[in-house]
Structure formats: structure tokens, C-alpha cells
């Protein structure tokens, strides 16, 4: 599946989840709804799908979505509309939409983005560390014990 199958398909069912919470339930017109759907649409599918989920993982990826979500909702919602309490409104909008965005990722780690590019940035947690260990503080340790040795001669 192409970028513009998946973005198409993210537009549709945002368009769709969102006027079901924004028009039918706040009472805010058609063509609002399609420009908020329109603009989160664009800017969560280039920073949240593009960007943020082929380098971590789907959680992640999904907080990030609920995030912007919830910022571009509201500061487009108080810019075309006026209105009782837009925050609450944003944040069942967000809500809605972040549980859509779960599924979507699955869709689009597997589809669009595929196992190459997923491998090509590995998640930080998979990285292995190791300490490194070296005599030089063995050796302070006995050249002040040997201080300590000599200060009780005294």
C-alpha cells in the first residue's frame, strides 16, 4: 500500500469518527469538521506516521498523535468556532481519534513503512550497553592504601 492509499484512508475515517463527535454531538458544521479533518490529516500523517513511528514504536507514536491531536482540534475549533467549552470538546475529539491512530499505525508499520525501514532505526531499548572495567582504579585504591599505611607509621 502507497502513501496516498494510507493517507486516504486516514482522512476518511478521521472525517468520518470526527463528525460523528464534532458535528453530531457539538453541533459544529460540515465544512468546519472537514478543514480540521483536513489539517490534522496532513500534520499528524508527515510528524506522527512518518516521522515518530518508523524510529520508535507504536505507543509512542500514539501518545505523540494524542498530543497533536488534541492541540490542532483546539486551536482550530476556537479559530472557526465559537462555542461553550472547546477544550472538553477537543479532548473527546482527541481521545477518538488517538484510539484510531493505534490501529492505523499497526496498519501502517506493516504496509507502508515495511521491515526495512523499521530496521534501519532501531528502537533505542533494543540497544545492548556495556560497562567498562580497568585496573587504574585498582591501582589508586592500593597507592592510597599505602598512604593510609604510612600516615598510621607516623
Known sequence: MDHLKAITIKFLASLALLYMILGMLYGM???NVFLITLTLGVVSYL???LLILPRTNNSIATAAD???SLFVIWIMSMALTTGGNLFMMSLIAAVGTTIFEYFFHKLMATEVIGEEETQAHPSPRNMQYQT???EE???LDDELDENDQDI???
Do not use: Q, T, V, W
Request: charge should be negative.
Open 29 to 31: 458544521s460540515f465544512g
Open 47 to 49: 510528524i506522527g506516521d
Open 66 to 68: 494524542f498530543g497533536l
Open 132 to 134: 567498562e572495567a580497568s
Open 137 to 139: 582504579l585498582n591501582e
Open 152 to 154: 598510621e607509621k607516623e
